[in-house]
């Protein structure tokens, strides 16, 4: 008879305990890196799988995208080190082998689901495809990066199907299993699964840890007189039954909520990661996605009349289906993006800085402007650098014209470049990349009161453009547009940029401070008041 082989395997203190409290309803608010794909949904969905053959669960993820760049990779990489082989114990996106057994519940269509060798699957619904969750019967969810799940759609579309089929899986008290994942929101949103704390019962709980403790104890009493060539006494094996069918009831009931920070994974992480999440991310950041704090939201800021609602995500799926699940996605450009109309010029503004250079690039659509993505460079990458980005980014772009709105800051100015000025260095760059450069001069820059007036009233509705911001392509954007604040000047309102002359510090990085926003407000004040559907009259009537 083979023998199998046994390997160790590290958990931290979060993994461990919620994989023995094994409760029907799990609920993990933790920091980065605190493993919570690799070592707690990973063990979540193996289990399922296994011990429930035959069944079909979900991971619900917010984009395919995210689905194929974070939760997919992290559980195949888990069970791969665990001794898993794909092709041998599981298939990911295609026909499972011969040798695997049947589902309870067959599906035609695989080409998004995990296919395991005892006939369990598990379906990945990602949120912005249509339908994905329709004509569904599950026994489990994963639900994956919670605070960007549309919790009205999860509501109507996908808990409804996690139904199960009892006449299988009843006695099993993970049927109907749920586990949800995320770091701390920072919108109200996306707060929606906070209230499973209120739902828990701590006595409960306490209780299951208790008799989990018990059966471990009774069960290394017996391996210990089995060592010793003692039998076993019934009494002991009656109690063990009593104490695991005890367990498996309360688990079937039991909602298990916890809040940890990445500190809990210190001793795989290192203090030196602590360190540099606290120098690379805001402060607002940190506290969320690295304490895992709880905090309140701004809502003073510049940028005050902005909402969840400015945000989209615009994944081009079946081109990210072409690819399939083993491609690098970190060589993504705008093949990838749905909100991109490849016929049109892209607009753009920037902002120069001896530091730091941004690119915000837009598009308007209709009553639009879809802000499509932000690029920038920092210290000894410059102009040059941030152009090629953004040139390679948009490579497969067929209207290869950029409509650059510039205002007086970009003349007769060259600390960030050359001799040549910025109008200068950055047209010739574009043109040199075999871009069309169409220049359009704003004047001298708009005063601070009229920019917040006319922005806050453009996220109002009350302009002739709305933005909206790609949540995909502009996370640096977003959270510097969310940490601008407010300070009082002459005229009224005025942007606070005092932190702009400061060297980058471990609480303030340069990308989320206030210059990739004024790249945002100039593309926005371009493409409001000039814009280029109008340049070919402007140019004959002299306007520009």
């Known amino acids: 008879m083979k023998k199998i082989m046994s390997k160790k395997v590290y958990f931290n203190k979060p993994q461990r305990l919620t994989q023995l409290i094994g409760a029907n309803t799990t609920v993990i608010v933790a920091g980065r890196r605190t493993g919570k794909t690799d070592s707690i949904a990973a063990p979540f969905v193996l289990r399922n799988m296994q011990r429930m053959q035959g069944s079909t669960g979900g991971i619900v993820v917010p984009t395919f995208k995210h689905g194929l760049t974070n939760t997919i990779p992290g559980l195949l990489a888990a069970w791969k080190r665990w001794g898993l082989i794909e092709g041998v114990h599981y298939v990911v996106g295609k026909k499972p082998p ?12 695989l080409e998004h689901v995990i296919s395991f060798y005892n006939g369990s699957q598990a379906v990945i619904i990602s949120q ?31 808990l409804p199907a996690n139904g199960g089929i009892k006449s299988h899986f009843g006695k099993h008290s993970y049927n109907h299993a749920v586990m949800i994942l995320s ?3 920072q919108s109200q949103k996306g707060s929606w699964f906070l209230n499973y704390k209120d739902k828990m019962d701590k006595e409960l709980i306490t209780t299951i840890e208790a008799t989990v403790y018990e059966i471990w104890r009774m069960k290394s009493k017996a391996r210990s007189m089995i060592k010793a060539g003692l039998k076993v006494p019934d009494y ?16 079937s009931v039991a909602v298990f909520y916890k809040e940890y920070s990445s500190i809990e994974n210190l001793q795989l992480l290192g203090e030196n990661y602590i360190r540099q999440m606290k120098r690379d991310l805001t ?25 969840e609602k400015h945000k989209y995500d615009a994944n081009d799926n079946d081109y990210l289906d072409s ?20 016929d049109q010029p892209i607009c753009i503004g920037m902002d120069y800085n001896a530091n730091i250079n941004w690119i915000v690039a837009g598009q308007p659509k209709g009553n639009r402007l879809n802000v499509i993505k932000s690029f920038y460079v920092k210290f000894d990458r410059k102009i040059p650098a941030l152009i090629d980005d953004f040139c390679k980014y948009y490579a497969a772009h067929r209207n290869k014209t950029v409509v650059f709105y510039y205002d007086s800051t970009a003349l007769g100015s060259n600390y960030a470049v050359n001799e040549q000025d910025f109008k200068w260095v950055i047209s010739h760059e574009f043109e040199s990349h075999g871009w069309e450069v169409m220049p359009v001069y704003l004047g001298n820059p708009m005063h601070h009161h009229e920019k917040y007036l006319l922005i806050n009233q453009a996220f109002a509705g009350n302009q002739r453009l709305m933005p909206f911001f790609n949540r995909t392509n502009n996370e640096d954007l977003i959270l510097a547009i969310q940490a601008a604040g407010v300070a009082r000047g002459r005229n009224g309102f005025k942007k606070d940029k005092a932190g702009e002359k400061l060297a980058e510090s471990e609480e303030s990085l340069l990308e989320h401070r206030t210059d990739g926003t004024d790249a945002f407000d100039t593309l926005y004040i371009g493409c409001e008041k000039f814009p280029y559907t109008q340049m070919p009259s402007m140019l004959m009537n002299g306007i520009i």
């Open 323 to 342: 690819l399939g699940y083993h491609y690098d996605f970190a060589k993504l450009d705008s093949m990838a993006d749905k909100d991109v109309d490849k």
């Open 236 to 251: 002991i094996k009656g109690k063990i039954r009593r104490l695991d069918r005890d367990l498996n009831r309360m688990r």
């Open 98 to 109: 011969k040798s695997f057994k049947k589902p309870i519940t067959e599906r035609h269509d």
């Open 128 to 158: 912005d495809r249509p339908g994905s969750s329709n004509s569904l019967t599950l026994s489990w969810l994963l639900i994956d990066e919670a605070k960007f799940i549309n919790y009205a759609k999860l509501k109507d579309e996908t």
């Open 283 to 307: 402060p607002l950041t940190f506290q969320t996605s690295i304490l895992c704090q709880r905090i309140g939201i701004s809502k003073d800021g510049f940028y005050s009349s902005m909402r």
């Open 183 to 185: 770091d701390m929101p």
